[in-house]
């Protein structure tokens, strides 16, 4: 037995110096690791949220079980947007310490962004039984009731903590915003005013408030010029207080940025922006900001460089590539083979094949034509346009695209063109505007063949103005690019002629002055509602003659291509809301060919009022067309259609015939239709 232990116990003696070589190498690898950590928390505190991700996931890897590194390595992945992993390490810490509110205050805020509302409340309320003055809980409460769009909970909760701690700042903050996002503006301004009081040398309080002043600037600045322009005043001194007291604060300089723009000092803009990108590096919406403040400033060449910079950050931002198409066509008009050009338009090419296969012709042809417009001598894009005009059976203009090949490409198989040319050629020849002898899409109006067009006056105002108490949208100036691209789109229709006033309408009074100048029949305005999934545009077809709303259409799109998808149906709805109407251009007995067709959207059997030319009319109330009943001269049933032109048959009302060429025809109203079926069966 002695001798057993002494065996051990030399054993023992012999372990000493490598347990106390282990013991020095953890305590080394514990310094190490704590080191590590706290320059993970460095990079979190400077907002390099990426590096100190790196930082804590390399701590976890030495100590996997580092709950304070877990919760933080989830907090930076929370900042960053990688939800569902931050969620995943939250649970799994408090698998660790069940009771860690920290934890629970973090995957509630997780919880919110993701939309689980009902599991983060769980969340929280338990984190309350654990500890039930947290503060930091109730501040995420109240945050998921105001998501939630529960304001009157989130305000009894920011009250019941000013009841423990009345001079917590952001308590106030709080509730300044709560209002703010109730549209209650003047109640707000009291609760940031009173933060700032508080704590006067906080570069936070002072950017609430001028935020806020900000938002008050918005809210007047249609009914109250004067009042708005001291509120953009005070926006402005409160963000320059902020940067006296912190001048490395990017959040002054957005303000200053958002003053600027809406009131088109856009040199001042141009450099708050610059300050930005300094303090936060490259961002999409910012590089877009400065290619717009550039572009609005006159210089295309640095707006070209801003937007393709974003572009290749965000590359399905359809505003910035709009814009920077814009620029390119621009600056580079005359040039054929220009890289950047050819580029933007192949990106178009390959959407139109993309809808062309989904069957989706109008998106089809629209992205064709912008893909043409930048590659106009692209051969395989014309004929891929020719050819879905030959799909859509407008072989009359078929015919024209296959012509203009000939004469703008270059390394074309002219030998094909011109056999289809012929062979189509045939089919036309024995079409319905051939029998009549005129065509359809000819533009020289000395030629016997030529017929006049009938349009429809449309101005689209860059007027999709907010509802003045917040920037409903990103990217700045979006309605500039909203109603550019909805004006491009409402040309393709034959109907339609588009106008589109650069300068921007702001108050419903100027649109009116505006298209009363331009002696338009509508005009267009709206609003428009942008986040970072979606696009909400309420839009309103108005009376060119008194301002009347003639129609008020919505769309709300989500995903890749929401402007595009936007901007097509709100076309296609304006289009159909718009009266058909055209002209009798030629006649024979009781034929008569009238100047709008299947792309105006006539069908057989439809029946128009003839109407004496002169004789359409505004009515004052409504703004409608109408005519006085003395001048109607009858009517006519659309017999036959074809592209551009239809024929009729038309009977006189009176005694005598009176129509003639160049009267006017007006689609009847169904219910007018069906009120002269009943008068005829009571005759019968």
Request: hydrophobic letters at 40%; glycine letters at 4%; one cysteine or more.
């Amino acid at each position: 037995m002695n001798r057993i232990s002494a065996r051990t116990f030399t054993a023992f003696f012999l372990l000493i110096p490598l347990m106390l070589s282990l013991f020095v190498c953890n305590s080394e690898a514990q310094d190490n690791v704590i080191k590590q950590f706290s320059e993970g928390l460095v990079k979190e505190a400077e907002g390099d949220y990426l590096s100190a991700i790196f930082v804590f996931q390399d701590v976890l890897k030495i100590n996997p079980y580092f709950f304070d590194a877990k919760i933080a390595l989830a907090r930076c992945l929370f900042k960053t947007g990688n939800l569902g992993e931050s969620e995943r390490l939250l649970l799994e810490a408090l698998k660790q310490e069940r009771n860690n509110v920290a934890a629970r205050n973090i995957l509630g805020r997780v919880l919110i962004s993701q939309k689980k509302f009902k599991e983060a409340e769980e969340v929280f309320k338990a984190a309350l039984e654990i500890e039930p003055v947290n503060i930091e809980t109730k501040y995420g409460l109240a945050d998921l009731y105001r998501a939630k769009g529960d304001y009157k909970s989130a305000i009894s909760l920011y009250n019941e903590i000013l009841k423990v701690y009345p001079q917590e700042v952001w308590t106030y903050i709080y509730l300044g915003n709560s209002y703010t996002e109730m549209k209650q503006l003047e109640r707000a301004g009291g609760f940031f005013r009173k933060a700032v009081s508080l704590d006067s040398q906080s570069p936070w309080t002072h950017i609430n408030l001028a935020r806020h002043y900000y938002q008050m600037g918005l809210k007047k600045s249609g009914i109250e010029p004067a009042a708005s322009e001291k509120f953009f005043d005070a926006a402005v001194y409160e963000a320059e207080t902020a940067l006296h007291i912190e001048n490395r604060t990017p959040e002054a300089y957005k303000i200053l940025l958002s003053v600027y723009f809406f009131n088109k000092d856009y040199k001042k803009a141009l450099d708050a922006g610059q300050n930005i990108l300094k303090l936060r590096g490259e961002n999409y919406l910012l590089l877009y900001d400065i290619g717009l403040s550039y572009e609005l400033l006159g210089n295309p060449k640095k707006a070209e460089e801003y937007y393709a910079k974003a572009l290749s950050k965000r590359i399905d931002d359809e505003i910035t590539r709009f814009r920077l198409e814009n620029i390119v066509l621009g600056l580079y008009s005359h040039s054929l083979s220009e890289k950047k050009k050819l580029e933007l338009s192949e990106f178009h090419f390959s959407k139109a094949r993309f809808y062309l296969d989904k069957n989706v012709m109008k998106k089809a042809f629209l992205q064709y034509k912008r893909a043409v417009q930048l590659d106009p001598v692209n051969p395989e894009q014309r004929l891929e346009l020719a050819e879905l005009m030959r799909i859509r059976h407008s072989y009359e203009l078929y015919l024209y695209e296959l012509k203009e090949i000939i004469r703008d490409t270059l390394d074309i198989d002219t030998i094909d063109i011109n056999d289809r040319i012929e062979i189509y050629a045939s089919r036309v020849s024995k079409n319905l505007a051939s029998s009549w002898r005129v065509e359809q899409y000819l533009e020289d109006e000395n030629s016997p063949d030529f017929i006049p067009r009938t349009k429809i006056s449309v101005a689209v105002f860059d007027g999709f103005i907010t509802d003045n108490i917040y920037e409903n949208f990103l990217h700045k100036r979006l309605s500039m690019t909203l109603s550019e691209m909805l004006s491009q789109v409402l040309l393709s229709y034959p109907k339609i002629e588009a106008f589109h006033p650069q300068s921007e309408v702001l108050t419903r009074q100027d649109a009116l002055k505006k298209a009363r100048s331009l002696g338009v029949d509508y005009y267009i305005t709206g609003v428009v509602e942008e986040k970072e999934d979606s696009l909400k545009v309420m839009l309103n077809l108005l009376s060119g003659f008194n301002g009347k709303v003639q129609k008020t259409l919505e769309t709300y799109f989500t995903g890749n291509d929401k402007l595009f998808h936007t901007v097509v149906s709100l076309a296609e709805d304006i289009n159909t809301s718009i009266p058909l109407r055209g002209l009798i251009v030629r006649m024979e007995g009781d034929r008569a060919l009238i100047n709008i067709g299947e792309s105006h959207g006539v069908k057989k059997d439809m029946t128009f009022h003839i109407i004496r030319e002169g004789g359409l009319k505004k009515n004052p109330e409504t703004g409608d067309y109408v005519f006085d009943p003395n001048v109607s001269l009858g009517s006519l049933t659309v017999t036959k259609v074809d592209e551009m032109v239809s024929e009729g048959v038309y009977t006189y009302s009176g005694l005598y015939n009176r129509v003639n060429m160049y009267d006017n025809v007006m689609l009847k109203a169904e219910e007018e239709k069906d009120k002269e079926a009943g008068e005829k069966n009571k005759k019968q």
